[in-house]
């Protein structure tokens, strides 16, 4: 079992930026690899970014790429993501998930992700 705990959320203006952070407990860290993944009002989730196991592949979607980061530290057993020039199509609530498999394929589909954390909120204002 791991156990997933997000923080770093909030209210922010557009151009803003937010650190979220991903707290992990249970089995070995380095053994997961992890992503983020988001959901608005209405919508369904969806993919954000991505990290390897070790954090040496990053992987991002298109309407991120160039303002977010995702980082990890295996020795704080914690995942990052960076959040820069926010826009208010980025609020929603942010997940964290973390994989067995080390499959780049399945890197953006949530079911291949077996352990989620509760969630945080993230709203950008206008």
């Known amino acids: 079992q791991v156990q997933l705990v997000e923080s770093g959320g909030g209210l922010v203006q557009a151009g803003g930026s937010l650190r979220l952070s991903c707290a992990a407990s249970?089995?070995?860290?380095?053994?997961?690899?992890m992503g983020w993944f988001r959901q608005a009002p209405g919508k369904e989730r969806e993919f954000v970014a991505a990290?390897?196991?070790?954090?040496?592949?990053?992987y991002y979607a298109d309407s991120v790429k160039g303002r977010f980061t995702i980082s990890r530290d295996n020795a704080k057993n914690t995942v990052y993501l960076q959040m820069n020039s926010l826009k208010p199509e980025d609020t929603a609530v942010y997940y964290c998930?973390?994989?067995?498999?080390?499959?780049?394929?399945?890197?953006?589909?949530?079911?291949?992700?077996?352990?989620w954390g509760q969630g945080t909120q993230v709203t950008v204002s206008s």
């Open positions: 998930a973390a994989r067995y498999s080390s499959s780049a394929a399945s890197v953006p589909d949530s079911h291949a992700y077996e352990y």
């Open positions: 249970g089995r070995t860290f380095s053994s997961y690899a």
């Open positions: 990290s390897s196991r070790s954090g040496g592949s990053k």
